[in-house]
């Protein structure tokens, strides 16, 4: 047993910090703007992905050519569509505590039994400790979700709240799988482009994507687009190329704990003792995450993972707060 990389992990943390503006920043451009959640949401994955792909041009760079490199463009972008769409409906039924508690909750979870299932890791007291700490502070730093919804529609968004996270537990196990002749700035830009597209119909009839141009909102829209969308997201799937997929997940848990702390330190925000308490186990949640020990993991030549030393026979995949 080896312990992470550290490269990997510090893009992993950057990207998490990353995500934690988003919070902020969608929040600062709903109200500023008058756009609700989905359509924040949508102009989030617009365009983060239009950005990259204009760097892309203007850089001289090649697009993607073949099936599988365009397939795992499509897979990111629909799937990316689904975690937003599931998360606000979630959120629109009860309330943002419970659909973010659910959803970066039961994320990891879902990543590390697909791990344990596939016999990509073992389990180990650390990462058992670390979902334990982690669920235990995202429980108290997002608090209860208040009392006054119906049983059918507590169930529905905690349905929809699982989705979401399964939805993003998907991207990220896919993106332990790198594509031949896809680099991690195509993929981020192309599939959030294709998400951003999937998601215009549906939040021009939700509410609408209208608002009026100023500096403010144009400013507000290339924050989000660029730091906790294209910059965290192209981060984040660099990191998976050498850090388990359950400490990837972990790590996305910087998401609420940074995006608490900035809506303190900005908005005014108090999070009380149970909120304080629940930083410090989120925090010692990732710390304890990126300490764990994992299996040296090497690469095929057709850039796949798998633990050192596993046989190669029959080897065979961030208003509401935006979310990550």
């Known amino acids: 047993m080896g312990r992470q990389p550290v490269a990997g992990l ?5 990207s998490g910090t990353l995500w934690g503006t988003g919070g902020l920043t969608g929040s600062l451009l709903g109200r500023t703007a008058d756009l609700p959640p989905l359509a924040v949401a949508t102009y989030r994955l617009a365009v983060g992905g239009v950005l990259i792909v204009a760097f892309l041009v203007v850089t001289g760079r090649r697009l ?25 409906a979630s959120v629109s039924l009860t309330s943002v505590s419970l659909g973010t508690l659910v959803t970066i909750g039961t994320a990891p979870v879902l990543v590390l039994a ?14 058992a400790g670390a979902i334990c700490l982690a669920l235990a502070g995202l429980g108290l730093l997002v608090g209860l979700p208040p009392a006054g919804f119906g049983p059918l529609a507590t169930l529905a968004s905690a349905a929809l709240a699982v989705i979401a996270a399964a939805g993003f537990a998907a991207v990220t196990l896919v993106g332990t799988r790198p594509v031949p002749g896809l680099d991690e700035l195509s993929t981020t830009g192309l599939a959030f482009a294709v998400g951003g597209l999937l998601l215009v119909p549906l939040a021009g009839s939700a509410g609408g994507l209208g608002f009026g141009l100023s500096p403010a909102t144009v400013g507000l829209l290339v924050a989000l687009g660029t730091a906790p969308t294209a910059v965290a997201y ?10 388990a997929a359950s400490t990837a997940a972990l790590m996305a848990l910087l998401e609420p704990l940074v995006g608490a702390l900035l809506a303190a330190l900005v908005l005014g925000d108090r999070l009380g003792v149970s909120g304080v308490v629940g930083a410090v186990l989120l925090a010692a949640a990732v710390v304890l995450a990126a300490r764990a020990p994992t ?5 095929t030549s057709s850039g796949s ?3 050192s030393g596993a046989s190669t026979v029959n080897d065979a995949y961030s208003s509401p707060r935006v979310g990550p």
């Open 10 to 14: 510090s893009y992993l943390i950057i």
């Open 114 to 127: 697909v791990e344990r299932v596939t016999g990509r890791r073992r389990a180990d007291r650390w990462m």
């Open 305 to 307: 993972t798998r633990p």
């Open 64 to 88: 993607p050519r073949g099936r599988a490199a365009w397939t795992r463009i499509v897979v990111v972008g629909v799937l990316a569509a689904v975690f937003q769409v599931c998360y606000f």
């Open 295 to 299: 299996a040296p993991v090497s690469r």
């Open 234 to 243: 192209t981060l984040y799937f660099r990191g998976l190329r050498t850090v």
